[in-house]
């Protein structure tokens, strides 16, 4: 178990950081911070494929257990109505209104499905108090939900930490909004991904919730 779960979460992160931190590098796209924000839709499109490969379409394809049609279309709803409510919490701690709209929508859009997508398809279809039981309480019923855990509040606290080098007047390339906020949610992911992981070689026991 242990080997599969250290697999699984090295995937994982590999996969984000090359989508946003390699690709990008490594081509002749050129980094997030020379086309701006043209190579930030494409991370985000492909982050988004990703995600939805190794939470939505390995599941059913390898018929884990949980894993349904009904459970993912409604993990996939989920995560896509929780674009919207991001945008609008990005402009409640600042993003501009009007102006960079567009970006603001790609950092919601890479937020969700970075930390919502594997948290509903690890939870499930159930009730409000359930989440707040595993993402709060900690009351876990596997691996999945302590992973997902770690992984949607290492991206969201990441994120924040990004947003607290955005006024600091230095002039930076990698300033530009969103970028600080891009580059905290994917090293809180990978963070999260690495406790989860230790947590899970260390220490195997799991807090039951029932529903």
Partial sequence: MVPSVVGAATVQGLAVYLAVLGLPAWTALGSLEDHHPANLGMVTGVVVM????????????????????????????????????????????????????????????????????????????????????TVLHQRWRSHDERQATCTFLGTLFGAYIGALLLPLDWDRPWQQWPLPCVYGAVYGHLVGLLVSTLWHVFSHGIHKRYD
Avoid at 72 to 98: E, N, Q, Y
Avoid at 100 to 112: C, E, K, N
Wanted: aromatic share 8%; with cysteine; proline share 5%.
């Fill in 50 to 133: 990703l995600m939805l490969v190794l939470h939505v379409v390995y599941p059913l394809l390898s018929r884990a257990p949980q894993a349904s049609l009904r459970r993912a279309g409604a993990s996939v709803a989920l995560t896509s109505a929780t674009v919207a409510l991001f945008h609008v919490l990005l402009i409640f701690f600042g993003a501009p209104v009007l102006d960079l709209v567009d970006r603001t929508l790609m950092l919601a859009t890479l937020l969700a499905f970075l930390c919502v997508l594997p948290l509903t398809t690890a939870v499930g279809l159930v009730s409000f108090d359930a989440y707040v039981e």
